[in-house]
């Protein structure tokens, strides 16, 4: 795992973003994990920027978004169909016929769950994931005690969790589907690569017990510590208890692979 700590949210969203260009250039075809979130909607900014003035190209690109709320169909605003759709897709020149959501209004549950690993599958797996770190320690919609080697599925909502998504559905939390279709962790882990974004000081406790914490199913992001390609974006907030600040900066300083990152591209 690496950890590349950025000034702010802007400047980190815009080193994601630029990740995701760069593997999209070295691979037309890509298979990109996505994920919704007030944190990606910086990075999705950026994309579509860079589509609109740098003619980044999403023509050949599969898309498979982590997550979707049970009971929301496609059209619904507070669907992450919807959010995708607004954020990205309409914005892009990606096929919509191949981005690939779980589909929340499924008769049968556990049959949608594992058609989409079985979509998966057959795109050859996820190259990149985009990830979020929610506040009670989930990537997905994966609560307290997933298993961490969770497939896709149905999967209860925190109170901690339905809290923090309030605010989309009008500042209700009884607003909020009590449940969600999700990647498992183990679905996660497998992508080739993971790309975390996390910013904001309200993220700085779990980004801390995510990164350097002891693996545990009580907080999934801590999973991400196992796999071996992980690179973990945060802002100064975000970053603040982190106890290998400095190591983590010399790293993305000094190591090679890091060089073109290194100059921002806004200041
Ligand atoms: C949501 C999504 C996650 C996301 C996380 C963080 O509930 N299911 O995939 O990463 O919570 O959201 P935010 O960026 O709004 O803090």
Redesign the pocket.
């Known amino acids: 795992m690496e950890v590349i700590i950025q000034k702010d949210a802007e400047t980190a969203a815009l080193l994601v973003a630029r990740l995701i260009a760069k593997e999209l250039h070295l691979k037309p075809h890509l298979v990109l994990g996505l994920?919704?979130?007030?944190?990606?909607e910086r990075a999705y900014r950026w994309l579509v920027k860079m589509h609109k003035e740098c003619e980044l190209d999403f023509s050949l690109c599969r898309t498979f978004n982590?997550?979707e709320y049970i009971g929301l169909a496609p059209a619904n605003e507070h669907s992450?169909r919807h959010y995708m759709n607004e954020h990205l897709f309409n914005k892009v020149n990606i096929d919509l016929r191949n981005t690939q959501l779980p589909n929340g209004m499924a008769k049968d549950l556990d049959v949608e769950c594992a058609h989409y690993e079985h979509l998966i599958a057959d795109c050859g797996g996820i190259d990149v994931q985009l990830?979020?770190?929610?506040?009670a320690g989930?990537?997905?919609?994966n609560e307290p005690l997933s298993a961490l080697r969770s497939r896709t599925r149905p999967k209860a909502?925190t109170p901690i969790?339905l809290t923090?998504?309030a605010p989309?559905f009008g500042g209700d939390m009884r607003k909020v589907p009590k449940r969600?279709i999700?990647m498992g962790v183990g679905t996660i882990l497998e992508a080739k690569r993971l790309l975390v974004l996390?910013?904001?000081p309200e993220?700085a406790e779990i980004v801390a017990k995510a990164v350097e914490g002891p693996i545990t199913s009580m907080v999934s992001a801590t999973a991400l510590q196992l796999h071996p390609s992980c690179t973990v974006v945060v802002d100064e907030p975000a970053a603040s208890k982190l106890e290998g600040q400095e190591y983590y900066r010399w790293v993305f300083s000094h190591e090679p692979e890091w060089r073109e990152y290194r100059e921002p591209l806004i200041t």
Request: net charge positive; no cysteine.
């Open positions: 994920a919704t979130g007030r944190t990606m982590l997550d992450y990830l979020g770190i929610g506040v989930h990537i997905g919609f909502l969790t923090q998504n989309m969600a999700t996390v910013t904001g993220k």
